[in-house]
C-alpha cells in the first residue's frame, strides 16, 4: 500500500460547527503532516508529527486542532472556523528521522473544505 | 528566509513540443528537490525526487536536474501532450518540512 487516504474529500461546514479530517496511511512512516492549500496559492505547512507526537506547529490557530492516534492515522479537528480558512487541506507522510531522504513525502488527495 | 520561485508562472504550448520548467531556490543547505503535478482541485502527485548529492532524475518523458550550487532546478518535460495540462510544483527539502513554489501552469494544445 503506497498511498495516503483523505477523508471526506468534501466538507462543507458553518462557523459553529465541529469537524473532523482524517488521514490514514499504511506504509510505516512515523511522520505525518498537515497543509493547507488556498486556491491558486502553493501548499503550506501546518503541522508534523513523529512518532505520533507533535514536532512542529507552524503558528497555527487554536481553532484547528490536530492529533495522532496511531502511527497510522492523522486527524485534524475543526472547531469555529473562519469563512477564511476555507482551502484544500492536504495530508503527507514520510519516513523519520531527519537525513537524506527521510523527507521524500507522499501526499493524499486533499479534503476541500469550505465554511460558510 | 526560504524562498522558491519558479518561471514562468504560466505557459501555453502547441502538443509535440519540449519545454522545460524553472525553479530557483534560497539557501544550499537542502536535503532534496521534489517536483510535483497538481490538477485543478486535486492533490499533489510526485513527479521527480533528486536527492542533494544528485544532480538529475529521469522518468519517462520527464528528466529533472540539480544545481545546488547556483540554486537551480528545471524539469524538462519531451513531447508534450495534452494530458500534460497541469500546475507543476517544485519543493525544497529541508529537515522536516518542504517549502513550495507557486508553481507553473502549463497547457498543452492539441
Redesign the interface.
Known sequence: DTEVTQTPKHLVMGMTNKKSLKCEQHMGHRAMYWYKQKAKKPPELMFVYSYEKLSINESVPSRFSPECPNSSLLNLHLHALQPEDSALYLCASSHWPKGSGANVLTFGAGSRLTVL | KQE?TQIPAALSVPEGENLVLNCSFTDSAI??L?W?RQDP??????LL?I???QREQTSGRLNASLDKSSGRSTLYIAASQPGDSATY?CAR??????T????TLLTVNP
Open positions: 522558491v536535503y532534496n521534489q510535483f482541485g486535486k492533490g499533489l502527485t510526485s525526487l536527492q542533494s548529492s510544483l527539502g529541508s529537515n522536516y518540512k518542504l513550495f513554489g507557486k508553481g
